[in-house]
């Protein structure tokens, strides 16, 4: 850099072609680095072959409904009341526009916690959690109220949220994407 005669430094063209020859240098590294980092990422098909997903129990509350995406879709799990679970199992099964009993929509010895997709069966929207009369999910775009067991009570919903393939792990933990070994519950897809 020059200066002048009062001392403020001048830049110069050699100033501009040192900060260009950088710029150009570090795109240019940037250029032949990437291919290689992206390389590390798992394929498309890798990714829609779809990894099962772990969920952790033990923080779910009791009541208490948590959103998971597995393969791309909205997951719910949700953690039943003693009470959410009673409402369930009493249920008229002829009085369903989709007749399931609570007993085939979860695993044995694992009653409180229910697996669904996220999804109304209608059109697709996302109902909301903990609402309608039967304190299930109710889907605010066009009126389709599940239970608590995920079961279609009223709307122009067809069918019951339908059951992704699940296992439990452990007491407090379940693995989505992979059905244990024994025979599966009966569920729409």
């Known amino acids: ?3 002048t005669a009062t001392g403020a430094p001048q830049h110069t063209r050699r100033d501009f072609m040192m900060i260009a020859t950088g710029a150009a240098g570090v795109v240019g590294l940037g250029a032949v680095v990437w291919p290689f980092i992206s390389a590390m990422a798992p394929d498309a098909n890798t990714i829609a072959a779809g990894a099962p997903v772990e969920v952790d129990l033990a923080p779910i509350t009791p009541g208490q409904i948590v959103k998971v995406f597995w393969r791309g879709k909205l997951v719910f ?3 039943r009341t003693e009470e959410e679970i009673k409402s369930a199992q009493d249920v008229n099964l002829a009085s369903l526009p989709d007749p399931m009993p609570d ?3 979860v ?4 009653s409180n916690v229910l697996v669904v997709y996220g999804n109304c069966t209608h059109l697709g929207c996302v109902p909301l959690g903990n609402e309608g009369p039967f304190h299930g999910w109710a889907c605010p775009c066009h009126g389709s109220i599940f239970d608590t067991s995920g079961r279609v009570r009223a ?6 949220l339908p059951i992704p393939p699940y296992t439990f792990v452990s007491d407090s933990k379940i693995r989505i994407g992979e059905e244990s070994n024994a025979a599966p519950k009966a569920a729409h897809a």
């Open 1 to 3: 850099m020059a200066t």
């Open 77 to 79: 799990v949700r953690n």
């Open 103 to 105: 007993s085939a929509r």
């Open 107 to 110: 695993k044995d010895g694992h």
């Open 155 to 160: 709307g122009p919903a067809p069918i019951n």
